[in-house]
Every structure is written in structure tokens, then in C-alpha cells.
Nanobody, 122 residues
Framework: QVQLVESGGGLVQAGGSLRLSCVVS????????MGWFRQAPGKEREFVAT????????YYPDPVKGRFTISRDNAKNTAYLQMNSLKPDDTAVYYC???????????????WGQGTQVTVSS
């Protein structure tokens, strides 16, 4: 049983920063690629970032490129999402996910956390 638990969400003003954490338990964390997604009310789940099992490969979509950074610490079984220069459009529930390989597609990830709310005020 693989469990993912996110933390670090909250309310921040536009231009501010937050760091989300995702702790993985139950299986060997270093064998999984990790991804972050977000979902705003009334919208589909949106890809935010992905990182390979080693951390050597990362990928971001244009809306967050240069502002968000995904990283991982395999010794701590934890993935991170550093979010800088936040905008009101970044407001959403953020989810971490674990899968066999990096992907931008939610269905490619087998395990998901419960989500953490990020709200950016203008």
C-alpha cells in the first residue's frame, strides 16, 4: 500500500511563495517518478511538474516554467514543489502523484495524495 501525504498549502498574496511537500510511504520511494498536478473549481486536473526517480530529469508546462521547481529527497521519501511569484490563477488544490515514469498525463500515475489547497489573493 503506497500512501502520499501533501502539506504546505495555504493562503498567500500574489507575488509570494510556498513550498509544498509530499511524503511517500509503503514502497521504495526512489523507484517512482513523481508528479504534481492541480485542480481549480470547475476545471480539469492540470499538470504542473514531474521529476524522474533520480531527480535528473524535470519538466514543466509553460504556465509555471521559471516560477515552480520540483525536487526530491530520496533519503526522506519526500518530493517538493517550490512555488515562487505566485499568481491568483495558481489558486487550486494541488496533488502529488507517484508513477513508473515521468508523464504529463494524470492516468499514468498509480498513486495520489489527498491534495492541499493553495489560495493566492490579489
Amino acid at each position: 500500500q503506497v500512501q502520499l501525504v501533501e502539506s504546505g498549502g495555504g493562503l498567500v498574496q500574489a507575488g509570494g511563495s510556498l513550498r509544498l511537500s509530499c511524503v511517500v510511504s509503503g514502497r521504495t520511494f526512489s523507484s517512482y517518478a513523481m508528479g504534481w498536478f492541480r485542480q481549480a473549481p470547475g476545471k480539469e486536473r492540470e499538470f504542473v511538474a514531474t521529476i524522474s526517480w533520480s531527480g535528473a530529469y524535470t519538466y514543466y508546462p509553460d504556465p509555471v516554467k521559471g516560477r515552480f521547481t520540483i525536487s526530491r529527497d530520496n533519503a526522506k521519501n519526500t518530493a517538493y514543489l517550490q512555488m515562487n511569484s505566485l499568481k491568483p490563477d495558481d489558486t487550486a488544490v494541488y496533488y502529488c502523484a507517484a508513477g513508473i515514469s515521468t508523464s504529463t498525463t494524470p492516468s499514468d500515475y498509480a498513486y495520489w495524495g489527498q491534495g492541499t489547497q493553495v489560495t493566492v489573493s490579489s
